[in-house]
């Protein structure tokens, strides 16, 4: 569907960046803002499946798929058809002047599929940052209440509410200007770093701890988590720390958010990483990245009581829910609906902890294997020691990139190689991604 194939192979046919990219990266640094940073300057030209192809003709291996993004591959075809169709219909209205069908047909989709059986209901925004804002407002709302609470090493995005959530403070918040109030960070289960034997209950009950000292209940409206960290490195909670946690905000009437905007919709191996732990049920669910094959588009979604309780006209926004991007995330949430897109995520997980595992076993630079489905991660340590190692991370990110695989770091300290390919990868693109990838360590 893609107007040239993309052939589904690595290819390097100049130094990377090439001279094209380079090009175009002089033109950047005099048109675009330093703040905006730049990971890996080659400019792309288009991309499909697992590929993506840069202006020189390099074809990369894409590991990262935007950050999660675009999950079921990308220029997946259904998508594309249903873009081309809805854009030469109607691009927009305002959802909350003049409605149209695909709005609410997404929201009845995630109604559906979102962890719990109670009565559910959505609303739609752009990003992810925008998703958070608004679960929170909505839970403020609900509850009468300020207070919120956040987790270490924890990402929820790059406005003042939600990059005073985030852990680090540097780059997302220092010299912003005053920090939104009402945050409280509290410890998170952290299997790797955590003390040897500590039980999610026990960690729960950490963070418990500490919110009842250091917070109170008296003026909390909610609790946000994501129930495997993203940027912080893929950390998945010990089991049983999900649910004591959401036990207990049940139990005292505060609002759990589970922020899935980077291990949801199928990325797992499940619709949402919350659903993996048995007993855990976030009242309000953040959605967006993976949901619509890279159009930009957010949700909120939970408990029917809690989203109607903000006044009609409380929530909006001029583009949230676009009539182009909610086409595209129906194409998207369908295709997991027919099955075999979930399927290929828990493939892939079989595919990647065989593989990291064992170069976990011969490379004692790696401390740590983690995460679920295509949401797989290595911390990298200082052999012998638990010694975050980013020095490793930034050699083998560079001799990836060099060699035509598009990898990405994440972790509070920049020492964790992160894997999120689109589900569309083949497993022998992705275990050439990894010989690439060991190469580098065999070099370290
Ligand atoms: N919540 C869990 O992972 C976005 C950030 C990329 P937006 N993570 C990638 C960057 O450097 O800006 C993210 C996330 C979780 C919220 C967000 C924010 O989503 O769509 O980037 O606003």
Redo the contacts with the bound molecule.
Sequence with gaps: MSELPVAQERKVVTSIPGPKSQALHARRLAAVSAGAGAALPVYIEKAHGAIVVDADGNHLIDLGAG?GVTTIGHTNDAVVKAVQEQVANLTHTLFTLTPYEQYVEVCELLNKHTPGNHSKKSVLFN????A?ENAVKIARKATRKNGIVVFDHA????TNL?YSMNFKAAPYGNGFGPMAGSVQHVPMSYPFRDPAAMTGAEAAQRAITYIEKRVGLEDLAAVVI?PIQ??GGFIVPAPGFLKALSDWTHANGVVLIA?E??SGIARTGRWFASDWEEGFEPDLL?I??GIAGGMPI?AVTGRAEIMDATHPGGLGGTFGGNPVAAAAAVAVLKQIEAGGVIERAQQIEQLLSARLNELKAKYPVIGDVRGRGAMMALEFVEPGTSNPNQAAVDKLVKHCHSNGVLILNAGTYYNVIRFLPPLAISDDLLNEAIDVLEAGIKEL
């Design positions: 950050i990003s992810g940052a925008e958070v990402y929820h995005g790059r939600t994501e993203g940027e922020d905007v980077q953040t967006a990245k957010s």
